[in-house]
């Protein structure tokens, strides 16, 4: 059989021989002791890259999510994020079973949130009403297909959040692809919040990690919080030691995934029974809809397996397939003959 073409998901990227080495090679110590210095080096340079005064490097993305919440909130108070947020939908409801917070979820467009409409989610002060502590983003935005909020965007939830005192986290898994795909630097896309996470084992190619960034006296609370949730590691630096090469060098060829995520869709915007949004597709997830094709999505699923393509279904008849370093423009064009065989003869 042929090479397998896995788009589920950028996270099946596996580490560089490079990393592999850097891992063999990498000075460690005891990390909850302080004392590791691949960790300690892997921390100065995500603070500096994003122009925050601290950094903690934590399990996964979904750990930095719950860390930055607990951090910054108190049981029973509420969260305002978009109503497809990664950490409403995909995080096993840790937000309310761990932070113990009540998530206030709010329609946004392509994914980014309305000024307007988060200053009207916010609680006035009451004696019934729970008070909002935090606004979360998503950058790049998952279910939304991809798609990036722009540094001006970004400013002005962040200063409707100034304006009543409340501190706001961008879920940045794919920051970097956000930065990336709008050519900016990004600290243009972070410099107003207070906290981001961002991961490193997704597009960046590492194999564990993620990071979470703000000033020093949020950084050494979430230490804490990390703690508490069993993510104090101990020689760490074996995944620091991947990390460092993940946002030194792996930073600008997400450029080539964006490409061929748009070779992908356009592809796709050209056949029968298929409906793609070509405005969503900002990074390297491609979404697109078969609703037409009177099949339903896991049976699509299942037929391009057999042609030795993987994609996921997002909600039934949706299915999403995200680009990677694994990926090469001559696995789109097979893909896309895939799809098409698969399409026009009903193999499925
Ligand atoms: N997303 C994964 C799956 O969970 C769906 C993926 O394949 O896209 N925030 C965002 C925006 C994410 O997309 C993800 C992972 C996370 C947080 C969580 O990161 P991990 O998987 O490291 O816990």
Redesign the pocket.
């Known amino acids: 059989m042929n090479k397998v073409i896995d788009l ?4 099946v990227t596996l580490p560089t021989e490079e990393m592999l080495e850097a891992i063999r090679n990498a000075k460690l110590g005891d990390d909850v002791f302080g004392e590791d210095p691949t960790v300690k080096e892997l921390e100065e340079l995500a603070a500096k890259k994003m122009g925050k005064e601290a950094a903690l490097l934590v ?7 719950l860390v930055s919440i607990l951090t910054q909130t108190k049981r029973g108070e509420e969260v305002i994020l978009e109503a497809d ?3 409403y939908h ?2 096993m409801g840790g937000i309310s079973a761990i932070a113990g917070v009540l998530p206030r979820p709010i329609k946004g467009e392509m994914g980014v949130l309305e000024p307007e409409a988060v200053e009207e989610a916010i609680r006035p002060p009451s004696p019934h009403l729970p008070k909002t502590a935090l606004i979360c983003l ?1 950058n ?3 279910l939304a297909g991809g798609t990036c909020i722009t540094p001006s965007q970004t400013r002005k939830v962040c200063e409707v959040a100034a304006r009543h005192g409340l501190a706001v986290h961008i ?4 920051i970097f692809n956000a930065a990336v795909a709008l050519g900016v630097d990004v600290k243009e896309l972070v410099s107003p919040a207070d906290s981001v ?1 961002f ?1 490193l ?2 597009g960046l190619s590492a194999p564990i990690g ?1 990071l979470v960034v703000g000033s020093s006296s949020f950084i050494e609370r979430a230490r804490r919080m990390r703690k508490m949730l069993g993510g104090g590691m101990r020689q760490a630096g074996v995944i620091a030691a991947a990390g460092l090469i993940a946002l030194e060098k792996m930073v600008d060829r997400l450029r080539e995934d964006h490409d061929n995520a748009r070779l992908l869709a356009e592809g796709l915007a050209k056949m029968d029974g298929i409906k793609i949004d070509l405005r969503r597709v900002q990074s390297n ?1 491609v979404m697109f809809d078969i609703s037409d094709l009177g099949v339903s999505g896991s049976d699509f699923i299942s037929a391009l397996l057999k042609h030795g393509v993987k994609a ?1 279904t997002v909600r039934g008849n949706i299915i ?1 397939m ?1 680009t990677h370093r694994g990926i090469g423009r001559e696995d789109i064009l097979q893909t896309l003959d895939v799809i098409k065989e698969v399409t026009a003869k009903k193999l499925i």
């Open positions: 589920r998901s950028d996270t399990t996964s993305g979904t750990q930095g999510n947020a990664h950490i995909y995080e998503e790049t935005h998952n879920d940045g898994a794919r996470m991961c084992s997704k993620s997830i996921l999403r995200v």
